[in-house]
């Protein structure tokens, strides 16, 4: 399935990762074509609501609906975990996409059929965001079963691009689709990407690997409370704790963009597109170098974070299209960065039986500022200019990366293995 390896560990082929191994090769265009439909969606109608939909109120609008996206993956993260600890990966992976798939074509037909109200646009986002809460942990679970364990890193890198690769086409398409053929031909959009990703994944397999407890005959195994996982992992709690910190401010940039380019720029779904691409593009440069920028990972995170609170605060202080873009260029890259290193990090530090709860609670961990973020900048958006959000997001960056900065590493116990640091190329030390 995977190429051979050498005694260092490394695969002997210097062919990408996709191409060489089909298999995960295949499971990454899924994710792809998911991932790029639930952000197309999300910045396609957020567009909508403040270009078409919405005279008075238009930043509560976009915060609620961007909110509304994200509420699954923290409400769902207990029923998450216990369903990829229980069920066949791949048979949650397709289960999810066709859902979505499903929601997204009957919102297509009853867009050409008659005009959408606002609720059902805040109904189908849920969908799609429920069929993203269990598809984007159920594939970090599902590394192990689809590459070999020198090649985590490269997988880890395809993975988190996958994010980079649906802002930079998901997003550029959104406002665009929305301007040309409304919301009906963005919702055919996804149902089409959402459903081709549940074909792909059907002509997968995955190896198949012994649940604990399953040679006992003891049937699905006790997964342990997600407050046990986290209670168990001190050194990854605490990074995890930074990172929700600084998400409460990073965020935001989604619904700021959509502020920023009409109060501001007085631009339409062509700016939108290029600053959202912007921000995927620079993501995408990050995931793929990641590995390859040196330190220490909580010294790498937050010298990252304090570059993206520079690029964050320069719109506020130099407005422009340029300027906001190559800003967005940058952030994206820290943020690609930084997770290419702690998720390869989370990946040994984690015991494999913990991966499906833990990958569930840190995706709710770190996605439960984004409602509240949405909702503070949404409101804070109908009161004060865009220009004082970048500015505000810039400042809230500050604390997170000072305290990540000042994160230290325990030494390790007699009962506990020490935990791996990462070198300059991805591997360990």
């Known amino acids: 399935m995977t190429a051979p390896v050498t005694d260092a560990g490394r695969g002997t082929s210097r062919t990408p990762l996709v191409l060489r191994n089909r298999a995960f090769g295949t499971v990454w265009a899924a994710q792809v074509l998911t991932q790029a439909a639930v952000r197309m969606f999300q910045v396609g109608v957020s567009w909508w609501l403040v270009a078409y939909a919405v005279s008075g109120g238009r930043g509560l609008a976009s915060g609620l609906f961007m909110a509304v996206s994200t509420l699954p993956a923290v409400a769902l993260a ?5 369903t990829i600890a229980r069920h066949a990966h791949r048979s949650v992976l397709r289960a999810a996409a066709a859902g979505a798939g499903t929601a997204a074509a009957a919102l297509a037909c009853w867009a050409y059929a008659a005009d959408l109200p606002l609720a059902a646009a805040y109904a189908a986002t849920l969908a799609l965001a429920t069929g993203q809460a269990f598809f984007d942990p159920c594939l970090t679970t599902s590394v192990p079963e689809l590459v070999d364990d020198a090649d985590i890193e490269a997988a880890t890198g395809f993975e988190l691009s996958t994010q980079s690769l649906a802002s930079l086409g998901g997003a550029l398409l959104g406002a665009l689709i929305v301007d040309g053929a409304g919301l009906a031909g963005l919702a055919t959009g996804c149902a089409a990407a959402y459903l081709t990703a549940a074909l792909l994944i059907t002509t997968v397999r995955f190896r198949v690997q012994a649940a604990p407890g399953a040679a006992e005959g003891t049937g699905a195994p006790d997964q342990p409370k997600l407050r046990q996982i986290l209670g168990g992992l001190p050194f990854v709690r605490r990074i995890l704790l930074c990172f929700t910190a600084a998400n409460l401010f990073t965020t935001a940039v989604f619904v700021i963009i959509p502020l920023y380019t009409r109060s501001v720029l007085e631009d339409g779904g062509g700016t939108v597109a290029l600053l959202e691409a912007s921000l995927g593009a620079g993501t995408l440069i990050g995931s793929f170098t990641g590995a390859r920028v040196p330190g220490r990972p909580t010294t790498t995170g937050a010298c990252l974070m304090g570059l993206m609170a520079l690029a964050l605060a320069v719109p506020g202080l130099v407005p422009g299209r340029p300027v906001m873009a190559g800003c967005l260029l940058v952030t994206g890259w820290c943020v690609g960065v930084i997770g290419v290193r702690f998720v390869a990090l989370f990946q040994r530090l984690v015991p494999p039986a913990d991966k499906p709860g833990f990958f569930a609670v840190m995706q709710a961990v770190l996605g439960a500022t984004f409602p509240v973020a949405s909702l503070l900048f949404g409101l ?30 325990e030494r390790p116990t007699a009962q506990a293995a020490p935990e791996p640091q990462l070198t300059a190329s991805g591997g360990e030390r």
């Open 78 to 82: 207990p029923v998450v975990a216990r």
């Open 380 to 409: 804070l958006g109908d009161h004060v200019e865009p220009r004082v959000l970048c500015l505000v997001q810039a400042a809230g960056l500050l604390p997170a990366a000072c305290a990540l900065a000042l994160l230290r590493e």
